[in-house]
């Protein structure tokens, strides 16, 4: 890999990573520095997408993935965080449909939709910053 694009995936990492910090303040009232490393990571994650399938794939089918690589790393990191290190910084055992407090399906569902706006803030940014291809979606298959 060389030095542009790893200077690319710390950028968009620095922008995913200070977008989820910033929904968390808005939504919760507050954030833990581990949520900034979780969100740059699935930002990049989930950004890549377009650039593994191109513009082949539809926005509701990446939000789907994307919801999919939130929930996984959700529970990979709420796993070691909460239960492993006890920071307890999520809770969702109040939630209907969790999993050890850590996922649950409320969230899954509103996964998509946060991975949606990431796809499409990432193809912006990738557009804007980096002389990438204009964004085209298709909305469905």
Not at 55 to 60: G, Q, V
Not at 100 to 114: E, H, R, T
Not at 126 to 140: C, G, I, N, S
Request: hydrophobic share 55%; charged share 15%.
């Amino acid at each position: 890999m060389n030095l542009k694009k790893i200077a690319k995936l710390l950028i968009l990492f620095l922008c995913g990573g200070t977008a989820y910090v910033l929904i968390e303040l808005l939504f919760r009232g507050h954030s833990h520095p581990s949520m900034f490393l979780l969100g740059g990571t699935v930002f990049v994650e989930i950004g890549g997408l377009n650039e593994l399938f191109k513009w082949d794939m539809s926005l509701i089918l990446q939000g789907l993935i994307g919801s999919l690589i939130i929930t996984v790393s959700e529970l990979a990191a709420g796993l070691l965080l909460n239960l492993w290190l006890k920071l307890d910084v999520w809770d969702y055992s109040h939630m209907p449909l969790n999993f050890l407090g850590q996922i649950c399906l409320p969230f899954s569902i509103a996964w998509i939709f946060v991975s949606i706006a990431a796809v499409i803030f990432d193809d912006f940014l990738r557009h804007w910053m980096f002389d990438e291809d204009y964004p085209h979606y298709k909305l469905f298959l």
